[in-house]
């Protein structure tokens, strides 16, 4: 079984409107990445969050550790085109040697 | 700005041709990586280096192989392409412990198509 699970897988949303990105681990999680993607291209890191109950910001998107440290949430404030793409998040299951293993994405498409 | 480049972005070759996917960098980072993401989205790590003259199969198994000879370069190679190699290679290296900074830049990527 997948060890991070993303939900929704995709999902389509009106410009403007507000949404939420989950990623749900199977083990305790030491540290949690978040990527965005464009299509066909590499990835671009966004955040990463260590700490149980951590929470950053990084212009209209905030990302959440939840307190057992198994799930972190990405949500998008008043979505924009600019926000489309695929977002992963990722753990490091290498106790810092930067092994990472990603999750099984989900697909954003923002409508105008 | 992160600077990691992979050669070429786009290459469409027949079976059982070798082939090598190039990736640099040029921020002095030790640790590289190399990943196969499906068309589905998820990306599977097949191999890493944490240093010249170190490389390690990552949790996917693959008929590729790679070289660090040099700290800035880690080519991938196939000796014989199949369909089933078909899919996107990217490359990614880190430098957590010098700067205090924990994420992989990764490179724009390599497209194969084996046909």
């Known amino acids: 079984s997948q060890e991070l699970e993303q939900s929704p897988q995709s999902l389509i949303v009106q410009e403007g409107k507000n949404l939420t990105i989950n990623c749900t681990s199977s083990?305790?999680?030491?540290?949690l990445y978040w990527y965005k993607q464009k299509y066909g291209e590499g990835l671009i890191f966004l955040m990463m969050l260590q700490k149980g109950g951590e929470e950053k910001s990084h212009e209209k998107i905030t990302a959440k550790l939840d307190e057992k440290k198994q799930q972190s949430s990405l949500h998008i404030t008043a979505s924009q085109p600019s926000h489309a793409g695929i977002y992963l998040c990722?753990?490091?299951?290498?106790?810092?040697?930067?092994?990472?293993?990603f999750g099984t994405g989900t697909k954003l498409q923002v409508i105008p | 700005e992160a600077d990691i480049y992979q050669t070429p972005r786009y290459l469409v070759i027949g079976t059982g041709k070798k082939i090598t996917l190039e990736c640099s960098q040029t921020m002095g980072h030790d640790k590289m990586y190399w990943y196969q993401q499906d068309p589905g989205m998820e990306l599977h790590l097949i191999h890493y280096s944490y240093g010249v003259n170190s490389t390690e199969k990552g949790d996917l198994s693959s008929e590729s192989t790679v070289s660090r000879i040099r700290t800035e370069h880690f080519p991938l190679t196939l000796e014989s392409a199949r369909p089933s190699h078909t899919s996107q290679y990217l490359c990614?290296?880190?430098?957590?412990?010098?700067?205090?900074?924990?994420?992989?830049?990764f490179g724009p990527g390599t497209r194969l198509t084996v046909t």
């Open positions: 990722g753990a490091d299951r290498s106790g810092g040697y930067q092994k990472v293993t």
């Open positions: 083990k305790t999680l030491y540290g």
């Open positions: 990614a290296s880190s430098d957590p412990l010098g700067r205090g900074r924990y994420e992989q830049y």
